[in-house]
């Protein structure tokens, strides 16, 4: 079983920057696929991105591509969030969650808080 924990959220204005770290524990992700997603009040989760245990391959959602990376260390079992040119509409819970394969995505942490001024 593998635990998530995500940190790093906080306030910050349109425009600035904030970088995420997940740091799993309990298991190895170096085999796994995982992922970054968000929840704004009265929304739904929604994916974000991912990177692949497969040579650290990357994709994102089309709301935040050219402005987000996601990289991840392994020898660290720690993935992280890049964030830059911040918009309000980023304000939302952050969380983490590993590919399980049949599964899904799932192992969630408590997730980060991020706010976005305008």
């Known amino acids: 079983q593998v635990q998530l924990v995500e940190s790093g959220g906080g306030l910050v204005q349109a425009g600035g920057s904030l970088r995420l770290s997940c740091v799993a524990s309990?298991?190895?992700?170096?085999?796994?696929?995982m992922g970054w997603f968000r929840q704004a009040p009265g929304k739904e989760r929604e994916f974000v991105g991912f990177?692949?245990?497969?040579?650290?391959?990357?994709d994102y959602a089309d709301s935040v591509k050219g402005r987000f990376t996601i990289s991840r260390d392994d020898a660290k079992n720690t993935v992280y969030l890049q964030m830059n040119n911040l918009k309000p509409e980023d304000s939302a819970v952050y969380y983490c969650?590993?590919?399980?394969?049949?599964?899904?995505?799932?192992?969630w942490g408590q997730g980060t808080q991020v706010i976005v001024s305008s």
């Open positions: 309990g298991r190895t992700i170096k085999y796994y696929t």
């Open positions: 990177t692949s245990f497969r040579g650290g391959a990357t």
């Open positions: 969650g590993i590919d399980r394969d049949e599964a899904g995505w799932g192992s």
